[in-house]
């Protein structure tokens, strides 16, 4: 049974950096591709970066050159690096697996505000 555990979320300042983890359990990690997803309020949940089993990441336009995700096998976690934030960044981010689409973790609140 895949659970997968959000943490690293916090209230920060504008262009100022947070990184996220994402602990997976009950799935064979290293052969799925993982997600990062950001839902605001009042918004519909989006995708914000993907990385393949093979390490092969890719971005939305808005935190391309911003956002880095990356993933160690080793440890079953998935990272996502976030720099030069905005306030539009801010929402709860929630990782995501191919291993099963439709499971959600409860999510890591991140707030960017002065």
């Known amino acids: 049974q895949v659970q997968l555990v959000e943490s690293g979320g916090d209230l920060v300042q504008p262009g100022g950096s947070l990184r996220l983890s994402c602990a997976a359990s009950?799935?064979?990690?290293?052969?799925?591709?993982m997600g990062w997803y950001r839902q605001a309020p009042g918004k519909q949940r989006q995708l914000v970066a993907r990385v393949t089993s093979g390490g092969r990441s890719s971005y939305a336009i808005s935190v391309k050159g911003r956002f880095a995700i990356s993933r160690d096998n080793a440890k079953n976690t998935v990272y996502l690096q976030m720099n030069s934030l905005k306030p539009e960044d801010t929402a709860v981010y929630y990782c995501?697996?191919?291993?099963?689409?439709?499971?959600w973790g409860q999510g890591t609140q991140v707030t960017v505000s002065s």
């Open positions: 009950g799935i064979n990690f290293r052969i799925y591709t």
């Open positions: 995501n697996t191919d291993a099963n689409p439709d499971y």
